[in-house]
């Protein structure tokens, strides 16, 4: 018995770095997307196993965030923000070229695409600067903070890439907003917004005016454009309250869902386990999302509970586009479903995200050290 005491005790500060309601949910969730993801991707040979290695990757990715210390964090973030804005312009400037988009970077021994640093990078900058101006922030340092935010997310709208934008834009927006941006600017911002939507359907991209368009009137172009809305509306309406079963979706049997694995997957879904799954589905988004703003309202410090209150908003805003997007309720922009979808980096960086949320609790749960630690650095 004394042994197990013994190596519990050696083992318990590598395990104690979870936040078990939140890892619960996120389990669900993940056990969810595997058996989803074998029915999806029955005649794509390789990729179910690639999924249970991005996803353990991204298992891994939410450990080692959450194990990193809160001072770390507070040291890297401006180093990682401008690190991540230089390798946008290098890929605007040396990128490659793929489908009309030019986003990744070749360095030689790895392709990478930097915008998915930002997703990160952005809220920590952000709440980073916030940190330095608790107790005297004005309205310079809400407009300073648009600035710096606005710079990543105007390079890779460039790319063009408008889904990592909107999501960039809205991690550092979540962190503006709950640094206690008045709601009377926020209300004019979404006013003067609305005023200018006819200058920004001009500056928009002929693809990106096409799918607000295919949107509106899908059956405009039923075999084209308009095709994955169409079928995946018909899958989702074809599942009923409780679904066909597993692996029996007729819509994906017989390959009418498009992007089955990867953005669309929740189609695939719909149709096996119908309503009823879907609201199981729905529960446990939520209950990642307000799990994570508990422990983002229990933050020791402002930079923690900026920094874990936007990534869970982000998370949300993840879940909220993707299922608007197969519904045919949103436009398709791109968003995969979180957990879900195939894809190792999006799988990584909300590993990554959510395992940050998970190091804010546990700085929570020993705040003797992590405050000590914090207060080096601010």
């Known amino acids: 018995m004394s042994r197990l005491q013994s190596a519990w005790a050696r083992v318990r500060p590598w395990v104690a770095v979870f936040d078990w309601p939140l890892s619960i949910a996120i389990g669900l969730l993940v056990g969810l997307s595997v058996i989803t993801m074998y029915s999806a ?34 040291r890297f973030a401006v180093p990682l923000f401008v ?68 710079a990543p997310v105007w390079l890779i709208a460039r790319q063009p ?18 640094a206690g941006l008045s709601w009377k600017l926020i209300v004019s911002m979404a006013v003067s917004l609305a005023a200018s939507a006819p200058f920004l359907w001009a500056a928009m991209h002929d ?47 017989l390959e009418f869902v498009p992007e089955r694995t990867t953005d669309f997957i929740l189609a695939v879904f719909s149709e096996e386990f119908g309503l009823v799954g879907n609201g199981v589905l729905i529960a446990l ?4 999302v307000l799990r994570a703003l508990a422990i983002a309202a229990r933050g020791l410090t402002l930079f923690d509970r900026l920094l874990a209150g936007a990534l869970a908003l982000v998370f949300f805003v993840y879940a909220f586009v993707n299922i608007g997007m197969v519904s045919g309720v949103l436009p398709v922009v791109g968003v995969p479903l979180p957990f879900m979808s195939y894809g190792g980096t999006a799988m990584a960086t909300l590993g990554l995200g959510l395992g940050l949320v998970m190091g804010v609790a546990r700085a929570r749960a020993h705040p003797e050290g992590a405050a000590q630690r914090m207060n080096r650095f601010t």
Request: hydrophobic residues 55%.
């Open 285 to 288: 988004y939520l209950a990642v």
């Open 207 to 253: 693809y990106q005016r096409q799918r607000v368009l295919t949107l509106l009137d899908p059956a405009s172009d039923p075999l084209g454009r308009g095709f994955h809305i169409i079928q995946s509306t018909i899958a989702i309406g074809s599942g009923g309250v409780w679904g066909k079963g597993w692996m029996e979706g007729t819509q994906t049997r």
């Open 41 to 74: 991707a029955y005649d794509f040979p390789g990729r179910f196993e690639a999924h249970l290695r991005n996803l353990a990757i991204a298992g891994f990715a939410l450990w080692v965030a959450a194990l990193v210390p809160r001072s770390w964090l507070v």
């Open 161 to 178: 890439d408008l889904g990592t934008a909107l999501l960039v834009l809205a991690s550092g927006g979540f962190v503006i907003f709950l």
């Open 83 to 150: 690190g991540g804005v230089a390798l946008l312009i290098a890929v605007a400037l040396f990128g490659d070229i793929a489908k009309g988009a030019r986003r990744w970077l070749n360095l030689g021994f790895i392709r990478i695409q930097p915008s998915e640093v930002l997703k990160i990078a952005a809220p920590l900058m952000l709440a980073w600067y916030f940190q330095q101006r608790e107790g005297m922030l004005r309205w310079f340092d809400f407009a300073a903070t648009a600035v710096l935010l606005m």
